[in-house]
């Protein structure tokens, strides 16, 4: 797509196939023209050719020579005018038909190849296209001073000019087209791409919160530990493990050396493990730490639940495949009835190897023990370029092959309906604007003109007929096609034997030089070889007619050849082109739009994790940080009422942000069980009511009706009752609680996010003795659009 004056990929290829076509079929003209030339010439005329032709093809040599190293502006346009002002100006050195007709066809190429030469300079190829008519004018002047110069090759050149600008033009536009749709397509694949990468990240930072933040502050906060000299160390390394960033673990690791290095925890809640690894087991990096923190998540959870201190791990390669194993005879439990926001299986083992790729599974039933199972397949050793994997980088959600190849396809597809309306618009202009004045001035040449007069209707039909289905957006039909061919196939032979001897490729033929332009608009789609293959048939056919009426003479078939050239070589060329753009330009553009997509991606990812991590942390820097920081650097002791129950609520608050992604039909509800269930684990007995029916809350509205709630339940003591009540114009949530302590600190009172508060929401709190009621509603506005049962 073209953005401030910057092309776009496809319109880039384009430009440069079209530049590279047009300097390699001048100079393949020049060279092919200046050979047959040699041919006709008379022995004393050799050294005149010779000598303009050397300097022709020198200049043709230079310029292809800058198709590798570029040489300046003004030398390559003073190069080009040369060559076209000495062949207008030979004629009178040259002489004779055949130098005329060399002169015309040499010069009526370059002005053509000069339109694709200097398509990114269109008044560098008008100037060039006519001084290359000026030349040919006053060569034809100086070669015949007592005849009117002939006003039909200029009208020809000038067609021709015409017709290649806007075969440029049209394929340009079609290019322009598939960039600016590619780039559509690409910037809303880029948009899902960093929804799901941070998705992705979300979910496993919210892992290592789990892990790790999460599963400390709780075990304070229930003080069930009497020798605490375990948690400095590990409020350090909570600290260290939410400051770093998730999914942006480059290069591999040796899976074996980490899982040696798991944590088995200390003293009585320690667990002893045997361990057989068959190593090393070098794996990319993502992975590597997906398998290590969910092995340390299940360790910790045979310490908390299989009610035994022994377990065995094992790790070993299974063809491609990199299995990790740690199993217990512990007391076993049934997967199934885990709750969803219980988040030691779902989000740190199951959750961390489906976002890198891999997969986990739990096989457990109560009274058998308990086997986890971690697999990552790795799909190439040498992983492929271009398929960004989270595990081995920033993240960048791999791109399908055939998401490329839809978009090459689609690429291919915009360049072959430029390049059929380009063959289309040619056929139709020269056909009528060239072979019908043609076939009107020479009809008393034909034998018979009526012939002539059908095939010329034949033609017409054809173009007309495939053109419909063309500006319709439909393929031709195989049957109308091979028609259609038989059809353009039956005009080149009526066109050959209806002339008399002496006239093919002359005035009189109008059919030669357009029958291939229609048989390229009807095969467009087609690998070139097939229109080749047409393109001798039609010269055969012609050939035959030639022989048929009297042999040659070598001038003549210098003349014949040059004339071929002209139009079919031509015709070849064009043919050669469209092949290239639909199967080199159209996968390399696909190729470079995947690759500066990628990048893109990339790009955006890295700046919304860095800006979704930043905005994470500092949430946490408000509570969450200055007590692990407190309890990492001693200044807050795990002894302390006061702390424990700061933790307290602080595991409660985390618990409901585990539970904010729930796929669940009542999210407020869901989340306050969250925080009923972290009360109930310190011994607070708590009931839940809820009256009316549920309807839609805001994910920010929900944060701050909850917040008063997780803060009143971790400090409760004994017993709480938290009712939920949902109006049409409303939604309140109240709690009470029983032997609530005091609040010394105001962070409690506080929501845990710095974010300003909804207008709509309001919170009231009263403490009467011992107890502590605080309710927070929302009322919702008119502006809102949510809508309340």
Same mark, same amino acid.
């Given at each position: 797509?073209?953005?401030?004056?910057?092309?776009?990929?496809?319109?880039?290829?384009?430009?440069?196939?079209?530049?590279?076509?047009?300097?390699?079929?001048?100079?393949?003209?020049?060279?092919?023209?200046?050979?047959?030339?040699?041919?006709?010439?008379?022995?004393?005329?050799?050294?005149?050719?010779?000598?303009?032709?050397?300097?022709?093809?020198?200049?043709?040599?230079?310029?292809?020579?800058?198709? #590798?190293?570029?040489?300046?502006?003004?030398?390559?346009?003073?190069?080009?005018?040369?060559?076209? &002002?000495?062949?207008?100006?030979?004629?009178?050195? &040259?002489?004779?038909?055949?130098?005329?007709?060399?002169?015309?066809?040499?010069?009526?190429?370059?002005?053509?190849?000069?339109?694709?030469?200097?398509?990114?300079?269109?008044?560098?190829?008008?100037? +060039?296209?006519?001084?290359?008519?000026?030349?040919?004018?006053?060569?034809? %002047?100086?070669?015949?001073?007592?005849?009117?110069?002939?006003?039909?090759?200029?009208?020809?050149?000038?067609?021709?000019?015409?017709?290649?600008?806007?075969?440029?033009?049209?394929?340009?536009?079609?290019?322009?087209?598939?960039?600016?749709?590619?780039?559509?397509?690409?910037?809303? #694949?880029?948009?899902?791409?960093?929804?799901?990468? #941070?998705?992705?990240?979300?979910?496993?930072?919210?892992?290592?919160?789990?892990?790790?933040?999460?599963?400390?502050?709780?075990?304070?906060?229930?003080?069930?530990?009497?020798?605490?000299?375990?948690?400095?160390?590990?409020?350090?390394?909570?600290?260290?493990?939410?400051?770093?960033?998730?999914?942006?673990?480059?290069?591999?690791?040796?899976?074996?050396?980490?899982?040696?290095?798991?944590?088995?925890?200390?003293?009585?809640?320690?667990?002893?493990?045997?361990?057989?690894?068959?190593?090393?087991?070098?794996?990319?990096?993502?992975?590597?730490?997906?398998?290590?923190?969910?092995?340390?998540?299940?360790?910790?959870?045979?310490?908390?639940?299989?009610?035994?201190?022994?377990?065995?791990?094992?790790?070993?390669?299974?063809?491609?495949?990199?299995?990790?194993?740690?199993?217990?005879?512990?007391?076993?439990?049934?997967?199934?009835?885990?709750?969803?926001?219980?988040?030691?299986?779902?989000?740190?083992?199951?959750?961390?190897?489906?976002?890198?790729?891999?997969?986990?599974?739990?096989?457990?039933?109560?009274?058998?023990?308990?086997?986890?199972?971690?697999?990552?397949?790795?799909?190439?050793?040498?992983?492929?370029?271009?398929?960004?994997?989270?595990?081995?980088?920033?993240?960048?959600?791999?791109?399908?092959?055939?998401?490329?190849?839809?978009?090459?396809?689609?690429?291919?597809?915009?360049?072959?309906?430029?390049?059929?309306?380009?063959?289309? +618009?040619?056929?139709?202009?020269?056909?009528?604007?060239?072979?019908?004045?043609?076939? %009107?001035?020479?009809?008393?040449?034909?034998?018979?003109?009526? !012939?002539?007069?059908?095939?010329?209707?034949?033609?017409?039909?054809?173009?007309?007929?495939?053109?419909?289905?063309?500006?319709?957006?439909?393929?031709?039909?195989?049957?109308?096609?091979?028609?259609?061919?038989?059809?353009?196939?039956?005009?080149?032979?009526?066109?050959?034997?209806?002339?008399?001897?002496?006239?093919?490729?002359?005035?009189?033929?109008?059919?030669?030089?357009?029958?291939?332009?229609?048989?390229?608009?009807?095969?467009?789609?087609?690998?070139? #070889?097939?229109?080749? !293959?047409?393109?001798?048939?039609?010269?055969?056919?012609?050939?035959?007619?030639?022989?048929?009426?009297?042999?040659?003479?070598?001038?003549?078939?210098?003349?014949?050849?040059?004339?071929?050239?002209?139009?079919?070589?031509?015709?070849?060329?064009?043919?050669?082109?469209?092949?290239?753009?639909?199967?080199?330009?159209?996968?390399?553009?696909?190729?470079?739009?995947?690759?500066?997509?990628?990048?893109?991606?990339?790009?955006?990812?890295?700046?919304? +994790?860095?800006?979704?991590?930043?905005?994470?942390?500092?949430?946490?820097?408000?509570?969450?940080?200055?007590?692990?920081?407190?309890?990492?650097?001693?200044? +807050?002791?795990?002894?302390?009422?006061?702390?424990?129950?700061?933790?307290?609520?602080?595991?409660?608050?985390?618990?409901?942000?585990?539970?904010?992604?729930?796929?669940?039909?009542?999210? %407020?509800?869901?989340?306050?069980?969250?925080?009923?269930?972290?009360?109930?684990?310190?011994?607070?007995?708590?009931?839940?009511?809820?009256?009316?029916?549920?309807?839609?809350?805001?994910?920010?509205?929900?944060?701050?009706?909850?917040?008063?709630?997780?803060?009143?339940?971790?400090?409760?003591?004994?017993?709480?009752?938290?009712?939920?009540?949902?109006?049409?114009?409303?939604?309140?949530?109240?709690?009470?609680?029983?032997?609530?302590?005091?609040?010394?600190? !105001?962070?409690?009172?506080?929501?845990?996010?710095?974010?300003?508060?909804?207008?709509?929401?309001?919170?009231?709190?009263?403490?009467?003795?011992?107890?502590?009621?605080?309710?927070?509603?929302?009322?919702?506005?008119?502006?809102?659009?949510?809508?309340?049962?």
């Amino acid at each position: 797509m073209r953005l401030r004056g910057h092309e776009g990929n496809s319109e880039r290829l384009v430009n440069r196939t079209v530049e590279r076509y047009g300097v390699w079929l001048r100079s393949t003209v020049v060279c092919l023209c200046g050979a047959l030339g040699l041919v006709w010439a008379d022995a004393a005329d050799v050294s005149w050719t010779l000598s303009l032709l050397a300097p022709a093809v020198l200049a043709c040599g230079v310029r292809l020579w800058s198709l #590798r190293r570029p040489l300046p502006f003004a030398l390559l346009w003073t190069l080009d005018a040369a060559v076209v &002002l000495l062949m207008g100006l030979s004629q009178p050195v &040259l002489g004779g038909e055949g130098a005329n007709a060399m002169v015309e066809v040499t010069v009526g190429i370059s002005v053509i190849a000069f339109q694709f030469e200097w398509a990114m300079r269109p008044v560098a190829g008008a100037a +060039l296209a006519l001084l290359g008519a000026v030349a040919c004018v006053l060569g034809d %002047l100086l070669s015949s001073p007592a005849h009117d110069p002939d006003v039909a090759p200029l009208v020809r050149l000038v067609v021709q000019v015409g017709l290649s600008r806007a075969a440029y033009l049209i394929v340009r536009a079609r290019a322009r087209a598939a960039d600016r749709s590619a780039a559509v397509r690409a910037a809303l #694949r880029r948009e899902a791409d960093v929804a799901a990468a #941070r998705r992705a990240t979300e979910r496993a930072y919210l892992a290592t919160l789990h892990d790790t933040a999460s599963a400390t502050l709780l075990m304070v906060s229930q003080g069930d530990s009497r020798d605490w000299s375990w948690l400095p160390p590990r409020a350090r390394q909570d600290l260290e493990a939410l400051s770093a960033m998730p999914g942006f673990e480059t290069g591999s690791v040796d899976l074996a050396a980490l899982l040696d290095c798991v944590p088995t925890g200390e003293g009585k809640a320690g667990v002893r493990l045997t361990t057989h690894i068959e190593g090393p087991l070098a794996i990319p990096s993502g992975p590597g730490l997906a398998i290590f923190n969910g092995v340390r998540e299940a360790v910790t959870n045979v310490a908390h639940h299989a009610g035994v201190r022994e377990a065995e791990l094992g790790a070993w390669r299974e063809g491609n495949d990199v299995v990790v194993e740690l199993s217990d005879r512990g007391r076993g439990f049934d997967p199934e009835s885990v709750p969803a926001r219980r988040r030691g299986i779902s989000g740190s083992i199951i959750g961390r190897m489906r976002a890198v790729g891999g997969t986990a599974s739990i096989t457990s039933r109560p009274g058998t023990g308990t086997r986890v199972r971690w697999r990552w397949h790795d799909r190439d050793q040498a992983p492929q370029a271009g398929r960004g994997v989270r595990a081995t980088g920033a993240p960048c959600p791999p791109r399908p092959q055939a998401q490329h190849t839809a978009a090459i396809r689609f690429i291919r597809g915009q360049l072959l309906y430029g390049s059929q309306l380009v063959a289309l +618009l040619i056929c139709l202009v020269w056909q009528f604007a060239i072979s019908l004045r043609r076939l %009107l001035a020479h009809q008393d040449v034909y034998h018979p003109a009526w !012939a002539q007069t059908a095939a010329f209707v034949c033609l017409a039909a054809v173009a007309v007929t495939g053109g419909a289905y063309l500006l319709r957006g439909r393929r031709i039909p195989p049957w109308v096609r091979g028609w259609s061919l038989g059809a353009v196939l039956a005009v080149s032979a009526v066109g050959a034997y209806t002339l008399p001897p002496g006239q093919s490729t002359g005035p009189a033929d109008w059919a030669f030089g357009v029958v291939g332009w229609h048989a390229l608009f009807l095969l467009a789609d087609l690998r070139v #070889r097939v229109f080749a !293959a047409f393109l001798g048939a039609h010269i055969g056919i012609n050939a035959t007619a030639v022989v048929w009426s009297g042999a040659p003479t070598a001038a003549e078939s210098a003349v014949l050849g040059i004339a071929t050239i002209g139009s079919c070589g031509l015709q070849l060329s064009v043919g050669f082109l469209m092949t290239h753009l639909r199967h080199g330009t159209a996968p390399a553009a696909g190729s470079a739009a995947a690759r500066e997509e990628e990048l893109r991606t990339r790009e955006r990812i890295q700046e919304h +994790l860095q800006s979704d991590h930043k905005e994470r942390y500092r949430a946490l820097t408000a509570t969450t940080v200055p007590l692990l920081v407190g309890l990492g650097h001693g200044v +807050l002791s795990p002894y302390d009422e006061e702390v424990r129950l700061r933790c307290g609520v602080e595991g409660a608050r985390m618990r409901r942000l585990f539970a904010e992604g729930d796929a669940v039909l009542d999210p %407020l509800l869901n989340e306050l069980r969250a925080c009923v269930e972290v009360a109930e684990h310190q011994g607070v007995t708590v009931s839940l009511a809820v009256r009316g029916r549920p309807g839609e809350v805001p994910v920010q509205v929900r944060r701050e009706l909850i917040d008063p709630v997780a803060v009143t339940l971790g400090r409760t003591r004994t017993a709480a009752r938290v009712t939920v009540v949902w109006t049409p114009q409303n939604v309140r949530v109240s709690v009470v609680g029983v032997d609530c302590a005091d609040d010394r600190t !105001a962070g409690e009172a506080a929501p845990s996010h710095d974010r300003p508060m909804d207008a709509n929401v309001s919170v009231v709190r009263t403490r009467r003795g011992e107890s502590m009621w605080a309710e927070a509603s929302w009322s919702r506005s008119a502006s809102s659009g949510v809508d309340l049962p």
